[in-house]
């Protein structure tokens, strides 16, 4: 009898702590009643979304191709393809984001690059248990507040 107690208390242990097998593109966690498969742009999403709860973060720059040709592709394919400006690696427990951003001019870089890796791990954690051990944050430029509205103007005096 003290056996089977004490089996049953191994089997209820929190999912955190349950084994997790890997497959491509996801985090997979086996649990006694069923598996729970979080894949890697789950954890992009909410890496991205975290950032720009940032003060300071004026908007992520995508990694790869251009937002248009992105857009192009979703179209053509009619899939759902998008650059979020994260990319992410997930293990078995762990996790680690990359991240590239425009910040605010006058914002304390090293303060707001900071801030993003903490709201990030904070965010992956809580929301699907796995540890981002690394945060890389390039930051690619500085935003002016009025410099859209420069670029708008330049462009339709260039029109008339």
Request: charged residues 25%; proline residues 3%.
């Amino acid at each position: 009898m003290a056996t089977t107690t004490k089996n049953k208390e191994a089997n209820t242990t929190p999912q955190k702590d349950a084994p997790r097998t890997q497959i491509e593109g996801a985090s997979v966690t086996q649990g006694e009643s069923g598996q729970t498969i979080i894949r890697n742009q789950v954890v992009a999403k909410i890496a991205s979304l975290a950032a720009r709860e940032v003060e300071g973060v004026h908007r992520l720059v995508p990694f790869g191709p251009s937002q248009s040709v992105v857009s192009l592709a979703k179209t053509v394919t009619g899939g759902t393809m998008r650059d979020l400006g994260v990319q992410v690696e997930v293990g078995t427990r762990e996790a680690a984001v990359d991240i590239r951003l425009v910040v605010d001019y006058g914002a304390s870089i090293p303060a707001v690059a900071e801030a993003i890796r903490r709201n990030i791990a904070e965010r992956v954690e809580a929301m699907t248990g796995l540890k981002v051990v690394e945060v890389n944050i390039d930051v690619v430029d500085l935003y002016f507040g009025d410099e859209e509205e420069a670029e708008e103007e330049e462009a339709e005096a260039r029109v008339h």
